[in-house]
């Protein structure tokens, strides 16, 4: 295909932020409450989880649909696309962009998704077994599918350019975002991108729990716990985090505030447990690293992926230390205040990685303090750390394998 | 922006796995659609008394006379079992070995509407006891539920069975997934990120809630009288799609990479672009306008111009706006000639497997190149006044095909196009 992805590379540049999180709306409540360690993890209040083996999660307990989504579009739509369009408005007011300004067909939307519209989808089907065929609404058929939230905010803004939906559960907000920016090498100057999520109903919940890495902790400060020896599982949270990404030059043009440059990505995938062949996030931290063009030695902080659980963190702790050294660069994992948003979490964690860059502060994994012997990583804790950061590594893995690593560069870190 | 660059790199198909209505591998799929025949019935997975469309196209789908292990058959959700079998079949047909050194080159991008939703639907029925109790019994959950739960298991199971270690997907466009993540795997490939990847489509929705949300919006066919000739596109007496199931997936390949090795290339993906109509989630106008505009930019990056295409492998879906969109989308990309070209919908013998049809129409579209034969429409015997090209009723044809253009149209908003190309046409 003829495409100018390989002859004008147009570097990829994030404008604008729209984050919707358990611990705060909005990016700048987020990331006050991100760095005084205020959780949004407590005990599930959407219904009675005491029937449950987990009942804590990171509920957006004040989110309302008055005033963030248009309400027409309310009862059409899940709750995990509720999140995906007032995430958007917010990115594209934080960027100073209105689309009706746009070249229609040069914006796009590509989002993750890890499990659609799920709560939506359980009151149809039981509405469908319990009372009969009739009885399933219109809006099933746009409101539950995986697509929905890029679409709805295809049609909100206007946007005709391409549209995209991936899935590669928590790895998935990653890998979007890497597509945006192939996407600009194509046409589009303007990608709606990143993921949100928002699974936390009973059947939702059920389902997670099967997943097997649910935590069993009672106590929301000690339930989800990366690297710790304490680790016993992870919380599930529900949101995440829409970007505006744009092409530099058309940023630069009209004099934008950039917070970052995607910069370099690259995904793997595991070999299964039996296979005999090691894991394959270490060579997705190498294969971006070498997308960016830079050295192990540029990176600055590495936002871990942090599963929560012993087996997993000790594959990431691994991986970290074969590429970095030991304890070779601040590792941290901020979702300890939020759970893991699956779709959401891989975005939220590159938004905040950004926020980071902007203010050269590192926040902490709050709550860990004991961390297991034998990772030697340099775990920032307790409090947030002030260093010059100019590059950040971002890493977020997905159920059965995935393995997806983002190298975000603050803005006037090369040739601007 | 007048030439394909030389040396640039380019994704080739060379091996192809096909689990369809009325034929579970490639030679079967190709029999049917070149004999014209339909595999629209009625529904046989689940009884469908008391829903308004009863039809539907299966696949007699045997997973273990495919080759699944016990263990793999419950594990899997339907929509996993045809991708496996689909990527086995493409991977043998391609004669690529097994080679752990290669295992970091090779990806896998599935694409799908629904996911896993014939599992999710029935577990839901287990844990709420018939559908009797929202606060779902936890204690009853399966362990591989929450691998229904997320789509992305479709490329877990696929990456996991042919030992790819490269980046692995899920793409869910809803209808345009089969041709949206196939798009996906050549641009990694053009990219240099992979050498190989295993890239297709599936989905399994012929389940009561997929069956009953379609009803819900009076989309599909509510022509239970004669399932056989309920999906006719273009034709004036259409009145619906009929839902349909099943999967392709494709070994695709670098070019030199398949050069090298002497494979066989059965086509070559030469253009790929989608927009959105930002319109509406179900509704279509009818000038065709953002599809015109996907095909446009699909041909520029074929750096082909539409003479210099054989064939239309439509969307075709047989909705009343569907076809009329579609055919003033031909028209207004490909000016007149789009009355010349032979355009045809295979929805009218497989039905509409919803995010897999995009992949299973590449199938038919690499055959048709392969075989210099267009398959037809079947059901086509009183042409729409607004639908005025030449749909290829019936019967295939015989017609020298090098370049295929074949699109999707999806909830969402969604419009996709695909150019493939004969091997090696830019070196004659």
Not at chain 2, 217 to 235: L, Q
Not at chain 2, 261 to 275: D, H, P, S
Request: with cysteine; net charge negative.
């Amino acid at each position: 295909m003829l495409t100018t992805a390989g002859t004008a590379p147009e570097r990829a540049v994030v404008t604008g932020l729209g984050i919707v999180a358990p611990n705060g709306l909005g990016s700048a409540d987020y990331w006050a409450a991100t760095l005084r360690g205020q959780s949004g993890i407590a005990r599930l209040s959407r219904f009675d989880p005491s029937s449950y083996p987990t009942t804590l999660g990171g509920e957006i307990a004040g989110f309302t649909t008055r005033g963030t989504v248009p309400g027409r579009i309310v009862p059409q739509t899940d709750r995990w696309t509720h999140f995906g369009l007032y995430a958007t408005e917010l990115a594209l007011t934080d960027a100073g962009v209105d689309p009706a300004d746009l070249d229609e067909y040069e914006m796009a939307v590509v989002t993750a998704s890890s499990s659609g519209g799920t709560e939506f989808g359980q009151r149809e089907i039981q509405a469908l077994w319990s009372h009969g065929p009739d009885h399933v609404g219109a809006y099933q058929s746009i409101a539950w599918f995986y697509a929905a939230t890029t679409g709805q905010i295809s049609i909100r803004h206007g946007m005709r350019g391409p549209c995209g939906v991936l899935a590669a559960e928590q790895a998935g907000g990653l890998d979007a975002l890497a597509h945006a920016r192939r996407l600009l090498g194509d046409g589009p100057r303007l990608v709606v991108s990143g993921g949100t999520d928002a699974s936390l109903c009973p059947y939702g919940l059920v389902a997670q729990q099967a997943g097997g890495r649910l935590s069993p902790v009672t106590d929301p400060a000690r339930a989800y716990l990366p690297f710790d020896r304490d680790a016993t599982g992870y919380v599930p949270g529900e949101g995440g985090a829409i970007m505006i990404v744009e092409a530099h030059t058309t940023a630069a043009a009209r004099g934008a505030r950039i917070y970052g440059e995607v910069a370099g990505h690259a995904a793997t995938f595991d070999p299964g447990p039996h296979s005999g062949r090691p894991p394959a996030l270490r060579r997705a931290v190498e294969l971006a690293l070498r997308d960016a063009a830079i050295p192990a030695e540029a990176v600055d902080v590495v936002f871990a992926d942090g599963a929560g659980v012993p087996e997993l963190d000790r594959v990431e702790a691994e991986a970290i230390e074969a590429v970095f050294g030991p304890y070779g660069v601040p590792v941290t994992v901020p979702k300890t205040l939020t759970g893991r948003l699956y779709a959401g979490g891989g975005s939220l964690d590159a938004a905040t990685a950004l926020l980071c860059l902007r203010d050269g502060v590192i926040p902490p994994t709050a709550g860990v303090d004991r961390i297991a012997a034998d990772y030697r990583l340099d775990l920032v804790t307790g409090a947030p750390r002030t260093a010059p950061v100019r590059t950040a590594l971002v890493l977020a893995r997905g159920y059965g394998g995935f393995n997806s690593a983002l190298v975000l560069r603050a803005p006037g870190s090369t040739t601007d | 922006m007048s030439a394909v660059e030389p040396g640039a790199r380019r994704a080739v198909i060379t091996g192809i796995g096909v689990m369809a209505p009325g034929g579970t591998d490639v030679k079967a799929f190709w029999q049917l659609l070149t004999a014209g025949r339909t595999a629209t019935r009625d529904i046989t997975l689940f009884d469908a008394t008391g829903f308004r469309s009863r039809i539907a196209a299966e696949c007699d789908f045997d997973p273990a006379a495919e080759g699944l292990s016990p263990q793999e058959i419950r594990r899997m959700d339907r929509a996993a079992q045809f991708a496996v079998v689909c990527a086995r079949q493409a991977i043998r047909d391609s004669g690529l070995e097994p080679d752990p050194d290669r295992a970091g080159r090779t990806g896998v991008s599935i694409g799908s509407a629904v996911g896993c939703t014939m599992g999710l639907e029935q577990e839901y029925v287990v844990l709420s006891d018939g559908g009797r109790n929202w606060l779902v019994d936890s204690s009853y959950g399966v362990p591989h539920l929450y691998g229904y739960m997320v789509p992305s298991t479709l490329a877990v199971e696929v990456a996991r069975d042919s030992g790819a270690e490269g980046p692995v997907s899920l793409t869910s466009t809803g209808c345009t997934s089969g041709l949206d993540a196939v798009g996906y795997a050549a641009r990694l490939i053009e990219e240099g990120r992979t050498d190989v990847m295993i890239a297709g489509a599936t989905d399994a929705p012929i389940s009561p809630i997929t069956v009953a949300c379609f009803d819900a919006i009076k989309a599909t066919s509510p022509n239970n009288a004669d399932p056989a000739h309920a999906s006719r596109p273009f034709d004036d007496t259409r009145d619906g799609f009929v839902l349909g199931e099943g999967a392709a997936v494709f070994v695709l390949e670098e070019r030199e990479h398949a050069a090298r090795r002497g494979a066989k290339v059965y086509a070559e993906v030469l253009g790929f672009a989608g927009r959105g109509n930002a319109y509406h989630m179900t509704g279509l106008k009818p000038d065709g306008r953002e599809m015109a505009e996907a095909i446009r930019h699909a041909m520029r990056q074929a750096a082909i111009g539409p003479g210099d295409i054989d064939y239309i492998n439509a969307h075709g879906s047989g909705t009343r706006q569907n076809d009329v969109h579609e055919t003033a989308a031909f028209k207004a990309a490909l000016g007149e000639r789009a009355y010349q070209v032979p355009v045809s919908s295979i929805k009218s013998m497989v039905g509409h497997s919803l995010g897999a049809i995009g992949s299973i129409e590449i199938a038919a579209s690499a055959l048709a190149i392969e075989h210099d034969t267009v398959p037809p429409t079947a059901n086509l015997h009183r042409r729409d006044p607004d639908c005025d090209l030449d749909y290829v009723p019936v019967e295939a044809r015989a017609h020298r095909t090098d370049v295929v253009l074949t699109v999707g149209s999806g909830f969402g908003g969604f419009q996709t196009a695909m150019v493939l190309g004969a091997p090696g046409r830019d070196a004659c």
